[in-house]
């Protein structure tokens, strides 16, 4: 697993050296407060996922140009925004393993802190200079906002279908990396078939990520994850691996998961876990994600050869065999 990360950035080891490069100079504010917090929550360890792709993408396709490293940093800026803002949502206090700003410095200068990288990103959107990509990130944006209401009054909701969380996901987690890719095509005067197969590469990327999250939130540890076991039930969050124990268990065991996410907490922590893993939820969970990360491969069939097609291939596999 680590050599094959390894060797995903390795083919665009010296443009993601230029994307730090430039995330440590747009940081750059009259406010004191704003640098500490911007480079605290982009040096808390991230895979810089968003980012990549908008590399592996641009060169996949022969871009010659620099813009897709301002691309790649404006993209992980908007991811970071809302990592600031989720985690005042959710009243988090770890990320990564380590505390949240939120926690450290509070509500307040979290939000305000998270608008000011929201807002920089668009500044450098500009400097790219394309209208198509500010349309598609433009558009991105909302859905995102979206997808993290519809998560908010998903909540304490044992009623979901499993339809509605595949919506939900796909708005809070696989529309930035379907712009991410998307973007990158377009700078890369990609033909129309190759920038649909992009998008649909980043945003089935995206959804193998976000369902191993959600799987390995019942059945990882706090020191691997950086958070705790059983958060997104703490919470009252009705992931898939919940959904699938509530439609395959017996009565019983349905009404008490139907409760646990009503009540939310960790009081039945213990039963939940049981029956998810009795009902075979984390296997299917899995095998969804899996059906995902395939059909974010074949949409690399229309790449030329290339290393940078080596890596999307590679990434597809790290996306569903991680455990962190």
């Known amino acids: ?8 950035h390795a083919s665009v080891a010296e443009d993601f050296a230029a994307v730090n490069r430039t995330i440590l100079a747009q940081l750059a504010s009259r406010i004191p407060l704003v640098e500490t917090i911007g480079q605290y929550i982009i040096e808390s360890g991230g895979k810089r996922l968003r980012p990549l792709l908008v590399l592996l993408a641009a060169r996949a396709l022969d871009y ?4 897709h490293v301002t691309l790649a940093t404006l993209i992980e800026f908007m991811h970071t925004s809302t990592l600031l803002h989720d985690d005042v949502v959710d009243e988090s206090s770890r990320r990564r393993g380590k505390a949240t700003a939120n926690d450290t410095w509070g509500n307040a200068p979290s939000v305000l802190v998270g608008d000011f990288l929201y807002s920089r990103s668009f500044q450098m959107m500009v400097e790219v200079g394309s209208m198509r990509i500010m349309q598609v990130l433009s558009g991105a944006t909302c859905v995102i906002a979206e997808g993290e209401v519809q998560q908010l009054t998903n909540i304490g909701n044992a009623d979901i279908e499993e339809s509605d969380y595949f919506d939900t996901i796909q708005g809070k987690t696989a529309m930035l990396f379907e712009a991410a890719s998307h973007s ?9 078939e190759q920038e649909q197969a992009l998008k649909l590469y980043g945003r089935y990327l995206g959804l193998a990520f976000q369902l191993i999250d ?78 995902m990360a395939e059909k974010a491969r074949e949409q690399l069939e229309i790449l030329p050869p290339s290393p940078y097609r080596d890596s999307m291939e590679t990434l597809t596999r790290v996306a569903v065999e991680r455990d962190v």
């Open 214 to 291: 959600d799987l390995l939130d019942y059945q990882g540890d706090a020191d691997t994850m950086g958070k705790n076991v059983g958060d997104d039930l703490a919470e009252g969050k009705p992931t898939l691996p919940l959904i699938h124990a509530m439609r395959e268990g017996t009565p019983e065991q349905s009404a008490l998961i139907r409760q646990a996410i009503t009540d939310g907490g960790l009081e039945q922590l213990a039963d939940v876990l049981a029956i998810v893993r009795e009902t075979g939820a984390l296997d299917y969970t899995q095998r969804r994600a899996e059906e």
């Open 1 to 8: 697993m680590q050599s094959n990360a390894a060797s995903i």
């Open 184 to 192: 990158g095509a377009i700078l890369a005067d990609a033909s129309t």
């Open 64 to 67: 010659p140009g620099d813009k």
